[in-house]
């Protein structure tokens, strides 16, 4: 009978660790699998040996949860609770908080960490050899425990152990372009995960572990709704559902925002207008900030477009970016709550380069903004293109705190069927030197607030997610959103090293797996700007959805919206004339970047056409002339996928079949609409250029007029 019952409980837990397994990416980087190193869980179920977490709070309970899951399926359960000190035990909790870890002397390495810091070291307490893991405030021992587990799920060695981390910048979001009927715009991994229609009574388990995981990559703060914003999300009923949503994320230390609709007071609160400036519009706004901090004490406050794309904005009224952002800025202030006001503004009636116009506009603006606002500026002064350089106001504004705003979503990247590492490009834009303060002035500097010594700072990811059972559509873009989290948290880590502990994470901690994904990964982004826009090309997507390549766009109700605005293609060349020629849009970088982006001899050849309209027979440095160098970059991109096809075939057998699948057929996808992007825009430039294709490129097949005639009426947009 006993040897029965043994038998059925092996199989059980065979049939479950089988079912994880096929899981679908759903535990996304949490997996905490048993390690399946043999000495490695050794040597590991030595050293730990328990564990304790001292105090109840909410976030604590969460630490609890977490540690205890973790230990439980990384070690097999070998590390029990404990409420005694022993030898091989893992204590965490708050330093002032626990009279115990006051023996291990930590208090000078908590000094500077803030609230959300923590420290992670193998002491001795007592006689008892212990690992402490500590902080200042209970969000830091909840970080500290997600960090204590990645050590574990990417076998680093716990001896010796002396760590000490805390977040560079203050806010890091993800932003949802979610919208209330449950579509997301720019979102290619299904619907919306929020269940308005649900809320407040129905929390999906599925709210729980998405907060996890922005937890373990420290991510404190979600806008959860669509920037191009509905005003019922302010009414009653929907704040009911926003505060149910706040419950659930409060013991993983995430705040919730909303995007609201500039003329909120119009569309529900009955008024003629929503002028700033106007007694009752501001009165509006306070009420409705009082009413949301009843609800939600710890709300983070609003994200806003405004004057963008049709959205409405104080200029409808006369006013200024600053009078709109300030008078919501009042509003929220006397409850801690910040105003993220986007500088993503342009107008087509503004005969000027797109590119110059958010800095025209908010330039002017520094100084004039309340304490808390944060103005919010993509990466790039067009629009999350595959490859921008950085945007000019970052440096400009002294005086303003600024966000930077990148997407996570791949909406100009390939969607979810492209394998594109975005650790790179988030990387490229945070170490570019801007020259602000003279060298050394970096993005990553302006926004983590040190270099104009600002209190508040902020970043935000427009986010990937929603109800696919891998949250991302692409298991890789997964990626995407730990590589966002984790660079918010430290922007000094690299691109590699995340991408590194993401693929321990998730696929293998065999070297054979980690060492050619890594390296794939880390070639994705640089291979898709070349099969998409190489040389500074930009914006030359299909029309509405962005799918697919379209540079023959043109003759639409806006010009800033067409192709050929941007490529400015014709007999003579190629390339947008930004420098004092053309649009001088160099004038808004500092001397020294402008020299460079001006100069043809230092313009790098990644810029080149977003600077310079240059002749068809211009002289790359490569020797070749700018037509055939064009050619080579979209077959060396189209080519490059190929490649990334053998490199993950090789893998079969080394991960799970499931996720070894899926790729696969994602990569089939990739390589068709890399050679697709390839073919359409060599054949559209070729149209101009007049000049053969280099002998030794396949000629397409299809004809130009095939690929402009492709329609896709119901790609997601
Ligand atoms: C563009 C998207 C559009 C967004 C806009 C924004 O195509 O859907 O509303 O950005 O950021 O790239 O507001």
Known sequence: MKTLILAFIFLFVLSTAHALRAEGGYRLWL??????????????????????????????????????????????????FSD??????????????APLLAKANLGDKLKNLGPEGFVIVNTTITDKKVIVITANADAGVLYGVFHFLRLLQTQQNLEPLDLVSFPKIRLRLLNHWDNLDRTVERGYA????????????????????????????????????????????????????????????????????????????????????????????RQWWKAKAGEIYALIPDFGGFLVKANSEGQPGPQNYGRTHADGANMLADALQPFGGVVMWRAFVYDDNIKEDRAKQAYNEFKPLDGAFGENVLVQVKNGPIDFQPREPFHPLFGATPK?????????????????????????????????????????????????????????????????????????????????????????????????????????MT?????????????????????????????????????????????????????????????????????????????????????????????????????????????????????????????????????????????????QGKIDEDSFRHVQAMLKIQEKEAVWWRNACVLYFQSFSRRPMPAELEKPQKSLQYYQELSFPFAPK
């Not at 699998?33 to 976030?59: E, H, V």
């Not at 999906?204 to 005003?231: E, F, K, Q």
């Open 31 to 80: 997996k905490y699998d048993l390690i399946s190193n043999p000495q490695k869980l050794q040597s590991y179920q030595q050293a730990i040996r328990g564990w304790m977490i001292i105090g109840d709070c909410p976030i604590l309970t969460a630490a609890k949860k977490e540690l205890q899951t973790g230990l439980e399926g990384l070690l097999g359960s070998t590390a029990p």
């Open 84 to 97: 005694e000190l022993k030898n091989g035990l893992v204590i965490a909790g708050t330093y002032k908080d």
């Open 190 to 281: 299904g619907f919306s995960l929020w269940d308005w229609h649900k809320l407040p009574d129905y929390i999906h388990s599925y709210y729980h572990d998405y907060a996890r995981a922005n937890a373990s990559i420290g991510i404190n703060g979600t806008v959860l709704n669509n920037v191009n914003a509905n005003a019922l999300i302010l009414t009653p009923l929907y704040l009911e559902k926003v505060a149910a949503l706040a419950e659930v994320f409060r013991p993983y230390n995430i705040k919730v925002y909303l995007s609201i609709r500039f003329s909120a007071p119009i569309d529900i609160g009955g008024l003629k207008v929503s002028d700033p400036l106007d007694k009752q519009v």
């Open 400 to 504: 303003t705190s600024l966000m930077v705003e990148f997407q996570i979503t791949q909406e100009y990247l390939g969607f979810s069927t492209h394998l594109v590492y975005l650790g790179t490009l988030f990387k490229e834009v945070l170490d570019a030197d801007t020259y602000a303060r003279g060298a050394g002035s970096t993005v990553a500097k302006i926004v983590d607030g040190s270099l104009d010594k600002h209190t508040i700072s902020g970043i935000a990811g427009v986010a990937n997610t929603g109800t696919d059972r891998n949250w991302t559509g692409h298991l890789f873009a997964q990626a995407n959103w730990y590589a966002f989290g984790r660079l918010a948290w430290d922007h000094q880590l690299t691109a590699e090293a995340i991408a590194e502990e993401w693929i321990r």
């Open 507 to 651: 696929l293998s901690n065999d070297p054979t797996v980690i060492q050619p994904v890594k390296k794939m990964m880390m070639a994705s982004r640089e291979n898709t700007v070349n099969y998409m826009s190489p040389l500074g090309l930009h914006h030359i997507m299909g029309w509405g959805h962005h799918y697919g390549p379209a540079p023959w766009i043109k003759d639409k109700h806006r010009d800033d919206w067409t192709s050929v605005y941007y490529h400015k293609a014709d007999s003579s060349g190629v390339g947008f004339d930004r420098t004092a020629r053309g649009s001088n849009a160099v004038s808004q970088y500092c001397p020294p970047v402008a020299k460079k982006f001006t100069a043809l001899e230092t313009c790098p050849d990644e810029y080149l056409l977003w600077f310079h309209h240059l002749s068809w027979d211009y002289k790359m440095r490569s020797g070749k002339t700018l037509w055939e160098e064009l050619c080579h970059r979209y077959y060396a991109g189209a080519a490059a996928v190929q490649e990334m096809q053998n490199t993950w075939n090789a893998l």
